[in-house]
């Protein structure tokens, strides 16, 4: 039986009838709020294409039902920064031309953004660790790294 839900996504509310309120996140967000990111990739929680930040801690939203979400904030890769205004991840990324075909960048921006707003001057040792876990096919790994030192002073 459909049911009628509340998403606030991105500081805006969505109002939305699905027909299974535990469908993932993920799907709830790209094909009912039509949102390009977050990516699907694995559906396993393991590469990290899918991650979006609840309540500020990132979340793999391929796993995540969407009932557990209903009254938290939702924030995706687009709703981090702007164009007139990117998140200064968006701009290092960009800077250090971190992406090959930019697929899985969704996961690394969303988890460098939780690292940088708990610990803003992270060392090299503690993004590794952050990071840890996600997939970047194209091996862009090290000008990943470089970017987020570049934001939180470890470059």
């Known amino acids: 039986?459909?049911?009628?839900?509340?998403?606030?996504?991105?500081?805006?509310?969505?109002?939305?009838?699905?027909?299974?309120?535990?469908?993932?996140?993920?799907?709830?967000?790209?094909?009912?709020?039509?949102?390009?990111?977050?990516?699907?990739?694995?559906?396993?929680a393991q590469?990290?294409?899918?991650?979006?930040?609840?309540d500020g801690e990132p979340t793999r939203s391929c796993v995540t039902p969407l009932s557990a979400v209903i009254g938290h904030q939702v924030v995706t890769l687009?709703?981090?920064g702007t164009p007139e205004h990117p998140h200064p991840l968006q701009t290092a990324f960009a800077e250090a031309q971190a992406t090959q075909c930019g697929y899985c960048m969704n996961g690394w921006i969303m988890t460098a953004a939780a690292l940088v707003r708990e610990k803003p001057r992270a060392t090299i040792g503690e993004i590794k660790e952050a990071l840890t876990g996600l997939k970047c096919r194209c091996g862009t790994h090290m000008s990943i790294i470089r970017a987020v030192a570049r934001v939180t002073g470890a470059a």
Do not use: I, K, W
């Not at 590469?47 to 609840?54: D, I, P, R, S």
């Open 1 to 44: 039986m459909a049911q009628t839900v509340q998403l606030d996504v991105n500081g805006t509310s969505h109002r939305m009838t699905v027909d299974d309120p535990d469908m993932p996140l993920l799907y709830a967000l790209r094909d009912e709020l039509a949102l390009g990111n977050p990516r699907f990739g694995c559906g396993l």
């Open 47 to 54: 590469c990290g294409a899918c991650t979006v930040h609840v």
């Open 78 to 80: 687009v709703g981090l």
